[in-house]
């Protein structure tokens, strides 16, 4: 369910969460494919959902959430 959310979210209209997911598709791919090892990938993940970086640009706090879950659920599962 969570990449399917990613997947959602980064055909957002808004770019900020866009953005994000898109890269967290990226990210999550690329760990699968062997090229990052497990503690660069959940640093990675980590980074895309700091919350003063995120607070600053976010203006659909449903969305926000959405996304914030949405990583740690892929994070977790990979």
């Given at each position: 369910?969570?990449?399917?959310?990613?997947?959602?979210?980064?055909?957002?209209?808004?770019?900020?969460?866009?953005t994000?997911a898109?890269?967290?598709?990226?990210i999550?791919?690329?760990?699968q494919?062997?090229?990052?090892?497990?503690?660069e990938?959940?640093?990675?993940?980590?980074?895309?959902?700091?919350?003063d970086q995120?607070?600053?640009?976010?203006d659909?706090?449903?969305?926000k959430?959405?996304?914030?879950?949405a990583v740690?659920?892929v994070?977790q599962v990979?």
């Amino acid at each position: 369910m969570s990449m399917e959310q990613l997947h959602w979210i980064a055909g957002s209209d808004k770019g900020w969460a866009a953005t994000r997911a898109a890269m967290v598709i990226a990210i999550t791919e690329q760990f699968q494919g062997g090229g990052l090892d497990r503690s660069e990938y959940l640093e990675m993940m980590q980074d895309l959902v700091r919350m003063d970086q995120l607070d600053a640009e976010a203006d659909d706090i449903e969305l926000k959430t959405m996304l914030v879950s949405a990583v740690y659920a892929v994070a977790q599962v990979v």
